[in-house]
DNA sequence: CTGCATCCGATCGGATACTG
DNA sequence: CAGTATCCGATCGGATGCAG
């Protein structure tokens, strides 16, 4: 992937990404609700559709209904079970492999108190929740 | 942050986040060319506008004006210098914070080989190409 | 060289209503 | 319960031209 030629007496590096990788994550899961309903399905037990949406205070049905779409699409998650009156929703393994970027990003995230500055205004997602009651162990 | 309550017999645990911190990220980095604009800025010596231009193809003028207003407002970069005839922009320390989260986004999008897949269709990104030919070393 | 102003088509996502 | 269909205002970003 890396290639090297002269440049005034120096050494050149050239690295090309014949797609760049993190433009093309952020195509996926920068929508906005998607990053959320990936890491809901990944923590909660409530991985039906009217959980997720109970658990994601602020986002339609139509939008959950995208998101699991594009999700499912691009293969982040698939439907673990899928009976005629609910299906429930799993994380793939590329799924899976996303949730180091999350766990970077709530790091990143929480240090800065994003969302709390004076210029940020009215964040898209104010009032956005993470609940993880669902957490409670038996 | 946390907070107990009973339920059902059971230990419930309730996080609740005030703004939530993931989506706020994305909501300034995850729009079009932002996270490489603040790449080139991190890894080039090529810190001035025509030469972020021209390391992003495909990138016009006025939208790497309005991301580094962006990225500027949002304190992830600042003008390290001002000249009548050029700026010279530079990663403020909560734009430095920011790489760690790049890293593991590029770790996973190089894993899954992103912008590659048969459904991706035409990514938006396609044809960006990520040049550190500015790496050379002395 | 480094932006800002204007225009404009494309896309996004919220609201609402409907269906198997 | 788990979605789909339709509408519509808001926003995005590409193109182009102008300015300090």
Redesign the interface.
């Known amino acids: 992937m890396g290639a090297k030629s002269p ?1 005034r007496g ?18 996926v ?2 929508r ?2 998607a ?2 309903v990936l ?1 809901n399905i990944a923590l909660s037990r409530a991985q039906r559709f009217n959980a997720l949406l109970r658990v994601t205070p602020g986002m339609s049905k139509r939008i959950l209904a995208m998101r699991l779409n594009d999700l499912e ?3 982040f998650i698939c439907r673990a079970e899928r009976t005629r009156s609910f299906t429930r929703w799993q994380l793939t393994q ?1 799924g899976t ?2 949730l ?3 766990l ?14 004076p ?2 205004g009215q ?4 009032g ?6 669902f ?4």
């Not at 970077?104 to 500055?117: A, C, P, Q, V």
């Open positions: 440049h120096r050494i050149v590096i050239k690295l090309n990404f014949p797609a760049y990788p993190v433009q093309a994550s952020l195509g899961l920068g906005k609700w990053f959320l890491m699409r691009h293969g590329k492999d996303v180091p970027v999350l970077t990003l709530i790091h990143f995230g929480s240090k800065w108190r994003l969302g709390s500055e210029s940020e964040p898209s997602n104010i956005s929740t993470f609940d993880v009651s957490l409670r162990r038996p």
